[in-house]
């Protein structure tokens, strides 16, 4: 039996915080009590199934978890057992793509229907999907009786939509499996990979991120089947030799292609740039020598930082030495448009969106080095070593119990998530962050708790602990950690029991305003909370000129056209701005979304800004995002500088997260109504 994506999130939710209440889970994943109700149901069937001990709760309604559910995800991970899953509509397109760019016969429906166990009219439906998927490429799926279905354009752009394919089904449940068999890669050639990776990270004294060191073997074997049959890179795609040739990466792809022949001099130079693109944990070789300027030009950024942010980084030369380190591969997939988005960093861009906005207008000197535009998923990335930087404590050894954190997901988020937890427990001395195969490989180091977003095989206390959590997680963790650790069995409160407890003595006038209260006070403050300057209010920018009222919008460019039009009645933002947004935004994206409920579109001052402003668009049918979930409003923001609009945008991010204000806001009856409940909210 296979348990669903929905249940399977509240499952390991409630496994790493036992604490957490039914109304946290109806917030945090959007659900109703009764849909929570019924993933439990599953959970428990499933938990049955494989002969775990159930979940169960207490007569106040807390959960009780059984200690043995701790090593489940662990044990999940090597599961190797028939189990059931069935792959969405979008799945079954990528697995149609990887199945186009890797076949060694001509394909046609019989096989794709056989490979993939649907029918010919499931797979017609999926193929359509599959051609919106690689027209984003510039190539199409084209069909003849001599070929069968193949792909056709560039090899270049097959290259790139092969790598991102691969790396997506990589990442579903049994993803390896499903790549072996689709792609027809055996075990025998990724274990060879395996062990001559190894023998790269040596030859370059590096050490590859965990995400990439596991998906390289499958590119590099793919890559491979591809030049054996015949499709080549040629000298049409302006690979840079000199410029590549000159690196200790091209003399380690050399690793990876020995024993076969005739491999011609633009494919080395492609794989070179497998590795050069891939980011690293560590490096005890820096990059002066191949790219000279590489360091100069983030210098001269960070120090543009500084004069924007009227801010001194201390210890900048640590900060700039990891910059590199990061950007070196960064440099190249800019360069040779091999940059994808990262998933993790939704919650990111909420985090750390002050800091996000000068960055972006610091990073010119790098800009100008590379000679291209900073894709927004690269400088997410300095935006989060940066914040990182600037949060961190600089705890010394004081304390007797010692920390470990894991990481999977490279040195920038885990630098940010060992800072965090280091101004969460002082008690305790952290040692540096460790990616999984460090720390399963650690014998003599000496800890006793560990923190990790995933489950290990530990005899310590392990707690798991999302990479990004929210002031009220971070309460939770605190609370839970002192109670397992040092005793301490005082139980985090529960806002929603207070109030209910309040309501049978006395009369609550503002109940939203209450629970806002109690919240910021039994909130932990930290001294390091960057603090910003407030000017503008969103009971500023949301007034009832501001607000557009519709039923429905079906497509989202029209929906940006509508809730753009009170910023040009008023002569916030000129036509230029709204078309700059529809051609950066052609479609609804997770980083533009706050917590699933608000919309945030916006492009740059130069844009067409002429003065700070913002104005709300709510469509009650809702607009479909990510396949399945809908928003009901949106925001157009107008920024004419990196300030006026900051204290708004906190607001409107706390808005984002009031489920129940927005469930009211949904009902107005018009505009007037619903701006009262934004000024109610933010009281």
């Avoid at 050490?207 to 089947?225: G, S, T």
């Avoid at 109670?483 to 029991?497: E, P, R, T, W, Y």
């Avoid at 209910?500 to 503002?510: L, Q, R, Y």
């Avoid at 409107?652 to 806001?665: I, P, Q, S, T, Y």
Wanted: aromatic fraction near 10%; charged fraction near 25%.
């Amino acid at each position: 039996m296979y348990l669903d994506e929905r249940s399977n999130l509240i499952l390991k939710e409630v496994v790493a915080n036992p604490d957490i209440s039914n109304k946290d889970l109806e917030n945090k994943f959007q659900l109703s009590r009764r849909q929570i109700s019924y993933s439990f149901t599953k959970i428990n069937d499933w938990l049955k199934g494989k002969n775990y001990p159930v979940i169960s709760r207490t007569n106040g309604g807390k959960f009780i978890v059984n200690p043995v559910l701790i090593g489940l995800f662990a044990e999940k991970r090597d599961d190797s057992s028939s189990a059931t899953y069935i792959p969405s509509e979008k799945e079954r397109a990528e697995f149609i793509i990887l199945m186009l760019l890797s076949g060694e016969e001509e394909l046609s429906l019989v096989h794709f229907s056989s490979a993939l166990q649907v029918s010919k009219n499931t797979i017609l439906r999926d193929m359509k999907l599959s051609h919106t998927i690689v027209s984003e490429y510039k190539l199409e799926i084209v069909y003849s009786r001599m070929n069968g279905y193949e792909v056709s354009g560039s090899e270049w752009d097959k290259r790139r939509l092969f790598i991102d394919v691969l790396r997506k089904v990589f990442e579903i449940y049994k993803g390896e499996t499903y790549i072996q068999k689709l792609a027809n890669i055996s075990v025998a050639d990724i274990e060879k990979l395996k062990l001559q990776m190894e023998e790269v990270e040596n030859k370059l004294h590096l050490k590859f991120i965990d995400e990439r060191i596991k998906i390289l073997p499958y590119i590099i074997a793919a890559l491979l089947k591809r030049m054996k049959k015949g499709n080549l890179i040629t000298g049409s795609y302006q690979i840079d030799y000199d410029e590549l040739s000159d690196t200790k990466e091209f003399e380690a792809a050399e690793i990876l292609i020995q024993g076969i022949k005739d491999i011609p001099k633009e494919e080395r130079l492609f794989i070179t740039l497998q590795l050069l693109t891939s980011n690293v944990l560590s490096s005890q070789v820096l990059t002066e020598t191949e790219l000279p300027q590489l360091k100069e030009s983030l210098k001269s950024s960070l120090e543009l930082f500084e004069k924007k942010a009227c801010i001194l980084f201390k210890e900048k030369k640590a900060l700039l030495e990891r910059l590199v380190l990061h950007m070196k591969p960064a440099y190249y997939r800019i360069k040779y448009s091999l940059t994808t988005n990262y998933s993790i960093l939704d919650k990111v861009s909420e985090e750390f969106e002050a800091i996000h906005f000068i960055v972006k207008d610091s990073i010119r000197p790098f800009e100008d080095y590379i000679g291209s535009p900073v894709p927004e998923s690269e400088i997410m990335f300095i935006t989060i070593f940066i914040g990182g930087h600037l949060i961190n404590s600089g705890e010394t050894i004081s304390f007797k119990k010692r920390a470990v954190v894991v990481c999977p997901n490279g040195v920038s988020i885990s630098r940010l998530m060992e800072n965090t937890l280091r101004d969460l427990f002082p008690e305790f001395y952290f040692y540096e962050a460790f990616s999984i195969r460090e720390f399963e490989r650690q014998t003599e180091l000496e800890f006793d708790i560990v923190f990790s977003p995933v489950a290990l095989q530990t005899e310590k206390h392990l707690f798991i602990v999302d990479q990004f959590i929210s002031d009220f997680e971070k309460t939770q963790l605190r609370q839970r950690v002192m109670q397992a650790i040092f005793g301490l069995n005082s139980s985090v409160v529960k806002i929603d029991q207070l109030l209910s407890v309040i309501d049978k003595h006395a009369k609550i006038e503002n109940k939203i305003a209450l629970e806002k209260a109690l919240q910021d006070y039994f909130s932990f403050q930290f001294s390091g909370e960057m603090k910003q300057k407030k000017d503008y209010g969103l009971t500023d920018f949301i007034i009832p000129e501001t607000v557009i009222l519709e039923e429905s919008v079906e497509i989202w460019q029209d929906a940006l056209s509508i809730a753009s039009q009170p910023l040009l009645d008023r002569g916030n933002i000129t036509e230029n701005y709204v078309e700059t947004m529809k051609t950066q935004y052609s479609e609804m994206t997770p980083n533009i979304v706050l917590r699933l409920n608000i919309a945030i579109p916006h492009a740059r001052p130069i844009d067409g800004v002429n003065k700070v402003g913002m104005s709300l668009l709510r469509i009650k049918d809702g607009l479909t995002f990510k396949d399945q979930e809908k928003v009901h409003f949106i925001v157009v923001i107008a920024a004419i500088d990196k300030h006026q609009h900051l204290n708004a945008l906190l607001q409107l991010m706390k808005l984002a997260e009031m489920n129940d204000v927005l469930e009211e806001m949904l009902h107005a009856p018009n505009s007037n109504e619903l701006v009262n409940l934004v000024a109610n909210s933010i009281k």
